[in-house]
């Protein structure tokens, strides 16, 4: 098996588990658990990070997509499941990556030429 598939498939049976997780969490935990978590300084300190790494994932998706327009649903799924929408984008990414010479396209996607993948 090529490796990077390896890698995705088990990146992918990873995401599976931390959405199972998320729905349980979310639907019995999630309000205490909020208070609790902006109750603390690292709680305020998680959250002002997760919000740099989503503007700083969303500036290259929105370059490797070369279109506002194509970016606008990712972006929404990064503010709404935070690093696990960010996680779904990259293996999305990396899917047809099969070896290094692939890497110029995982980087610039559309703007590389012939870049037409979905």
Do not use: C
């Amino acid at each position: 098996m090529n490796p990077y598939r390896a890698l995705r498939l088990g990146t992918a049976g990873v995401l599976a588990l931390f959405f199972l997780y998320f729905l349980y969490e979310m639907a019995f935990n999630l309000p205490s658990s909020f208070e609790v978590f902006w109750g603390e300084v690292w709680g305020r300190i998680v959250f002002i990070d997760l919000a740099i790494g989503i503007v700083m994932f969303s500036v290259w998706v929105i370059y490797r997509e070369a279109s506002i327009l194509r970016s606008l649903p990712w972006l929404a799924s990064f503010v709404v499941l935070g690093n696990g929408g960010t996680l779904i984008y990259l293996l999305a990414a990396l899917w047809p990556v099969e070896s290094a010479k692939d890497l110029p396209r995982f980087f610039h996607g559309r703007r590389i030429q012939g870049g037409n993948q979905s």
